[in-house]
């Protein structure tokens, strides 16, 4: 039974299109998180949202948009893709934001 | 502003070996340090964790020690096996909501 899991694992797409990537965690916690892992696997996170309200949001083209339907849930969708959006996508939860994070398997996203 | 820096890799180490990977922060006050492990095709796993000074984290026969004086947090394990091959990331959390400020990562490879 996966405690985070994201979908689609891989992502291949057209400069220019839309698409979105799903999260859910069932471990009950009330934080989630965006991280971006670059090709020499450096991760940042991008947002962060606690009983659905949004509390981090670094700096990051407005093209990406976060989604929170509920407190297990968090969802990122990203407009008019770039080829330097290509990245691994984490997914993450905790609870209380005490950094001990429980992370997705990551969502492969290749823009050609 | 906070940041963490590691030692670059990649490792390449015999089975059974010692190991050191260096890990030093900078960061105002006093956050809380992780080390979280990443294995091929995954994403990350907390390993272990330190929140005050002089703290000993240990998981799986790894350890790290808090060390304020040199601001450090390096890890440790005396016999490494073919199955700790992986990427290990040093992280911070600044009580800023669970964002996880992460160092490079470091690439350990285990040969038999």
């Known amino acids: 039974d996966t405690a985070v899991s994201q979908t689609p694992k891989y992502l291949v797409t057209q400069m220019g299109n839309d698409k979105s990537i799903k999260c859910e965690q069932n471990?009950?916690?009330?934080?989630m998180y965006w991280y971006k892992q670059d090709s020499k696997k450096f991760l940042k996170i991008m947002f962060s949202?606690?009983?659905?309200?949004?509390?981090i949001n670094e700096t990051v083209p407005n093209r990406f948009s976060p989604k929170s339907p509920d407190k297990a849930h968090l969802n990122l969708h990203i407009n008019s893709l770039e080829l330097g959006d290509s990245a691994v996508y984490f997914c993450?939860?905790?609870?209380?934001?005490?950094?001990?994070?429980?992370f997705g398997q990551g969502t492969r996203l290749t823009v050609v | 502003g906070n940041s963490v820096t590691q030692m670059e890799g990649p490792v390449t180490l015999s089975e059974e070996a010692f190991l050191t990977i260096n890990c030093t922060y900078t960061?105002?006050?006093?956050?809380?340090l992780f080390w979280y492990v990443q294995y091929p095709g995954e994403g990350l796993q907390l390993l272990l964790k330190?929140?005050?000074?002089?703290d000993k984290g240990s998981n799986k026969g790894f350890e790290a020690t808090y060390r304020k004086e040199t601001t450090s947090f390096h890890l440790e394990k005396g016999s490494v096996q073919v199955s700790d091959s992986a990427v290990y990331f040093c992280?911070?959390?600044?009580?800023?909501?669970?964002?996880?400020?992460f160092g490079q990562g470091t690439e350990l490879s285990v040969k038999p």
């Open positions: 993450a939860s905790s609870q209380g934001g005490n950094g001990e994070a429980f």
């Open positions: 471990l009950g916690h009330d934080t």
């Open positions: 949202y606690n009983n659905k309200e949004l509390i």
């Open positions: 960061a105002t006050g006093y956050p809380s």
């Open positions: 330190a929140t005050k000074a002089d």
């Open positions: 992280a911070l959390d600044y009580n800023q909501g669970g964002k996880l400020i």
